[in-house]
């Protein structure tokens, strides 16, 4: 089965991460030959290429400049009569409004990836709603429940986005090692937040929370996450400003955009991201179970389907005072810290395992859009 994957790939987050872990998770599906095409070039196609993938290069489109996506357009269209792909999946709504038609006029079956939730308004989701997709894959089931608000007649499936484990098996040398490029003595408790400097992801609640935890000793947080447009740098410079007004900045580490993320988890204590608008998914949760690290989270979006009682805690939305109580009794209590813990790599390989994963979506293709079945499946694990 040979797959086109569609996307803009200008920026880099939870979706760029997922079409990163596919390419490198290809050898564990072999039925599935993924391929993709892009528009732009930067973080995203340079790692798929270093994952061995193969990368069409579509061509810059910008919406306000209608010559460029017909070029895209004459692009693709030239790529999928000589392709000979059996699939194409589009990813995001911008995606589908550029390309979804051009797909559907090559008879090749189109399948709508829904990586967030939609309203069926706006000028984007009403031009992607004019091309139909065959099947649409929510990547939660909080983002399945809105799904008929763009395409009511498709049918939709749920699947969790593969994660790979990116922990390194001698995590207490790595604390180590992390710990002192930052000075961090090894009984600092850290709490981490590692996701795009969007407001929706909660760092202010953070900050906020933090501001009231000044008089307990012993800890300090890293915000992880570069800017990466206009707006996200206005936004870092306020948190870094309301960091100081608290008078927490000495112990408010903000780090930028790290491609050794999986080294800053092995060396923190606690993921803290206490969103104030639903998380479609979340992928970066998952990565902190893989490292270990209990989750402290609200209760809204995706978070519940991944957050339970045996790896981290869920607090009501938009309440920093929830949040600041969460965190102390973690902070001081290292046997519930060590507890949480316990359960974290079983939650997130039980959710997320690629084999486990990629197996489903081979399955969802070959039946929903009855391709090709599949030879072989590797086995799965029980949980």
Same mark, same amino acid.
């Given at each position: 089965?040979?797959?086109?994957?569609?996307? =803009?790939?200008?920026?880099?987050?939870?979706?760029?991460?997922? *079409?990163?872990?596919?390419?490198?998770?290809?050898?564990?599906?072999?039925?599935? &030959?993924?391929?993709?095409?892009?528009?732009?070039?930067?973080?995203?196609? !340079?790692?798929?290429?270093?994952?061995?993938?193969?990368? +069409?290069?579509?061509?810059?489109?910008?919406?306000?400049?209608?010559?460029?996506?017909?070029?895209?357009?004459?692009?693709?269209?030239?790529?999928?009569?000589?392709? +000979?792909?059996?699939?194409?999946?589009?990813?995001?709504?911008?995606?589908?409004?550029?390309?979804? =038609?051009?797909?559907? /006029? &090559?008879?090749?079956?189109?399948?709508?990836? =829904?990586?967030?939730?939609?309203?069926?308004?706006?000028?984007?989701?009403?031009?992607?709603?004019?091309?139909?997709?065959?099947?649409?894959?929510?990547?939660?089931?909080?983002?399945?429940?809105?799904?008929?608000?763009?395409?009511?007649?498709?049918?939709?499936?749920?699947?969790? +986005?593969?994660?790979?484990?990116?922990? #390194?098996?001698?995590?207490?040398?790595?604390?180590?090692?992390? $710990?002192? &490029?930052?000075?961090?003595?090894?009984?600092? @408790?850290?709490?981490?937040? =590692?996701?795009?400097?969007?407001?929706?992801?909660?760092?202010?609640?953070?900050?906020?929370?933090?501001?009231? *935890?000044?008089?307990? %000793?012993?800890?300090?947080?890293?915000?992880?996450?570069?800017?990466?447009?206009?707006?996200?740098?206005?936004?870092?410079?306020?948190?870094?400003?309301?960091?100081?007004?608290?008078?927490?900045?000495?112990?408010?580490?903000?780090?930028?955009?790290?491609?050794?993320?999986?080294?800053?988890?092995?060396?923190?204590?606690?993921?803290?991201?206490?969103?104030?608008?639903?998380? %479609?998914?979340?992928?970066?949760?998952?990565?902190?179970?893989?490292?270990?690290?209990?989750?402290?989270?609200?209760?809204?979006? /995706?978070?519940?389907?991944? @957050?339970?009682?045996?790896?981290?805690?869920? @607090?009501?939305?938009? #309440?920093?005072?929830?949040?600041?109580?969460?965190?102390?009794?973690?902070?001081?209590?290292?046997?519930?810290?060590? $507890?949480?813990?316990?359960?974290?790599?079983?939650?997130?390989? /039980?959710?997320?395992?690629?084999?486990?994963?990629? !197996?489903?979506?081979?399955?969802?293709?070959?039946?929903?859009?009855?391709?090709?079945?599949?030879?072989?499946?590797?086995?799965?694990?029980? $949980?």
């Amino acid at each position: 089965m040979k797959i086109l994957h569609l996307y =803009a790939g200008n920026l880099f987050g939870g979706i760029e991460t997922y *079409l990163v872990t596919l390419a490198k998770t290809q050898t564990l599906m072999p039925q599935m &030959q993924h391929e993709f095409g892009l528009c732009f070039s930067g973080r995203l196609m !340079s790692e798929l290429q270093q994952a061995g993938a193969i990368v +069409h290069e579509l061509g810059a489109v910008k919406v306000r400049k209608p010559w460029t996506v017909w070029a895209a357009r004459s692009r693709l269209k030239a790529l999928l009569r000589q392709g +000979h792909f059996d699939v194409v999946i589009a990813h995001a709504c911008w995606v589908q409004a550029i390309f979804g =038609a051009v797909v559907k /006029a &090559q008879k090749l079956p189109l399948v709508f990836s =829904a990586h967030d939730t939609v309203s069926g308004r706006g000028w984007l989701e009403q031009w992607a709603k004019r091309t139909v997709p065959h099947l649409v894959i929510a990547n939660s089931d909080f983002t399945r429940s809105t799904l008929k608000l763009l395409y009511p007649s498709s049918p939709s499936c749920l699947l969790y +986005h593969p994660v790979l484990n990116s922990a #390194d098996p001698d995590q207490a040398s790595l604390r180590r090692s992390v $710990r002192s &490029q930052f000075q961090t003595p090894d009984d600092q @408790v850290v709490m981490i937040q =590692a996701c795009r400097l969007e407001p929706w992801k909660g760092h202010r609640l953070l900050l906020s929370a933090l501001g009231q *935890l000044k008089d307990v %000793p012993n800890w300090e947080t890293w915000i992880v996450g570069g800017a990466q447009r206009s707006h996200e740098k206005a936004y870092l410079a306020s948190l870094q400003a309301e960091a100081k007004a608290l008078g927490i900045d000495g112990r408010v580490k903000f780090l930028g955009q790290r491609s050794d993320v999986p080294n800053l988890l092995a060396a923190a204590d606690i993921h803290c991201q206490p969103n104030s608008g639903g998380e %479609p998914f979340g992928i970066a949760f998952i990565e902190a179970l893989y490292a270990g690290l209990p989750i402290v989270t609200t209760a809204i979006g /995706a978070a519940p389907e991944i @957050v339970n009682d045996t790896c981290g805690c869920l @607090v009501p939305a938009g #309440d920093p005072s929830a949040i600041a109580q969460v965190l102390k009794r973690l902070m001081t209590d290292a046997t519930e810290r060590d $507890r949480l813990s316990q359960g974290c790599v079983d939650r997130a390989v /039980a959710l997320c395992d690629p084999a486990q994963q990629l !197996s489903k979506l081979c399955k969802i293709l070959s039946l929903e859009l009855s391709l090709e079945a599949p030879v072989q499946t590797p086995k799965l694990t029980t $949980r």
